[in-house]
């Protein structure tokens, strides 16, 4: 059932949001870039990781078509 009652904005609190109760952390930037250098190496492993798997169920498919052909 659906209720035709509006819906109310909630009183917004600077202090009581999250992203100002945490303390400021000097070396972000080194986690940072040590964060976006996982990424990349991440990312280039399951690529190549894909390549592989994809070639080899190629591969497969060819032989299991020419053997049925």
Do not use: C, K, N
Request: proline content about 6%.
């Amino acid at each position: 059932m659906v209720s035709s009652d509006t819906l109310t904005q909630l009183p917004v609190d600077p202090a009581s949001h999250p992203a100002q109760l945490l303390p400021l952390d000097g070396d972000f930037e080194r986690r940072w870039t040590a964060w976006v250098v996982r990424g990349r190496v991440h990312e280039q492993r399951a690529r190549r990781r894909f390549s592989v798997g994809a070639a080899a169920l190629l591969i497969g498919a060819v032989i299991v078509y020419a053997l049925v052909r």
